[in-house]
């Protein structure tokens, strides 16, 4: 089984540990990972994508350095303001929400994908309030969306470095959050 890995920053991925997989470094962000995802899909077949990298945790239940797969996934800024209110598109067909079966053992969440991540109590409690996310990410509902255009069969792990509130990076956790993702992914690799 040919397997590409997609990440988004180089930190995220412990190129030692995947020496014989393919790994694509996108850069930060759903453009990026559109563009750079679509370029590689055009260029090479694979039979899995593998989305591996950090995010927030919205869920009290979800810790810092849990790692989960995201089975479904949002482009949470898709839509307009209509007053106070926040509203999707209901008049154009449009893919906005991503859905898969899950394929490891690992909590199955829901996740948002955004330009801007949360760290404002407001904006965190109307986005709560109107999608209910586990996590937030910056490229997941992306890569869900290049794989879907190209018929080919994607996971998105992720590993929790912070929860998403007003932000304070004292209480983030890098460094475990990377480890235990890459543990995580070296051993679905291993079981596929």
């Known amino acids: 089984m040919k397997i590409l890995l997609v990440a988004a920053t180089k ?9 014989s997989q393919e790994v694509l470094i996108t850069g930060v962000g759903m453009i990026n990972t559109t563009f750079s995802l679509t ?13 591996m990298g950090v995010a927030g945790s919205f869920n009290s239940d979800i810790e ?11 482009f949470s800024e898709i839509g307009f303001e209509y007053g ?21 053992d690992l909590k199955k969440v829901k ?35 290049v794989c879907n255009k190209f018929e080919i069969s994607c996971i998105q792990i992720r590993s929790i470095s912070n929860k998403v509130e007003k932000r304070n990076k004292e209480n983030w956790d890098l460094s475990l959050a990377i480890k ?11 079981d596929i």
Not at 11 to 19: A, G, L
Not at 84 to 104: A, Q, Y
Not at 180 to 190: D, Y
Request: aromatic share 8%.
């Open 11 to 19: 930190q995220e991925v412990n190129i030692d540990f995947f020496s």
């Open 39 to 51: 370029e590689e899909l055009l260029q090479n077949n694979y039979d899995l994508v593998v989305n």
């Open 64 to 74: 810092v350095g849990d790692i989960v797969e995201i089975v479904e996934d949002v």
């Open 84 to 104: 106070d209110s926040f509203l999707e598109f209901s008049d154009f067909e449009m893919d906005n929400t991503f859905k898969v079966i899950g394929k490891t």
């Open 111 to 145: 996740g948002i994908t955004v330009n801007t991540v949360h760290g404002n109590v407001k904006s965190i409690s109307e986005v709560v309030g109107r999608l209910n996310p586990d996590v937030e990410t910056m490229e997941g509902a992306a890569c869900f969306m």
């Open 180 to 190: 235990n993702l890459n543990t995580a992914v070296k051993k679905i690799i291993l």
